[in-house]
Nanobody
Framework: QVQLAESGGGLVQVGGSLRLSCVASGRTFSNYAMGWFRQTPGKEREFVAAMRWSAGSAAYADSVKGRFTISRDDAKNTVYLQMNSLKSEDTGVYYC???????????????????WGQGTQVTVSP
């Protein structure tokens, strides 16, 4: 059973940085795609970034390109989301997601993922 545990959220000012962590357990994740999504009240969960665990390629939402970076640490079975130059519109609950995917395709929609963490709150204040 896949388990995902996010951490690292908090309150930060506009222009600041945060690094979110997602510890993955229960499987060998070399054939998994790992994603980050975020959600604000009244809105659907939206794609932020994703990567193949075994490859260096990654995909980003246009709104975060150049500011956010997704990466992993194999030894710690952890996926990170480094968030720089934060804006107030980056506020939300951030979720880590995983799906077993046997190709090089990087899923970008909520429906494509079948394992989710509990989320961590990120608040960016003016």
């Amino acid at each position: 059973q896949v388990q995902l545990a996010e951490s690292g959220g908090g309150l930060v000012q506009v222009g600041g940085s945060l690094r979110l962590s997602c510890v993955a357990s229960g499987r060998t994740f070399s054939n998994y795609a790992m994603g980050w999504f975020r959600q604000t009240p009244g809105k659907e969960r939206e794609f932020v970034a994703a990567m193949r665990w075994s490859a260096g390629s990654a995909a980003y939402a246009d709104s975060v390109k150049g500011r956010f970076t997704i990466s992993r640490d194999d030894a710690k079975n952890t996926v990170y989301l480094q968030m720089n130059s934060l804006k107030s519109e980056d506020t939300g609950v951030y979720y880590c997601a995983a799906v077993l995917f046997g190709t090089e395709y990087i899923p970008r929609t909520q429906a494509e993922y079948d394992n989710w963490g509990q989320g961590t709150q990120v608040t960016v204040s003016p």
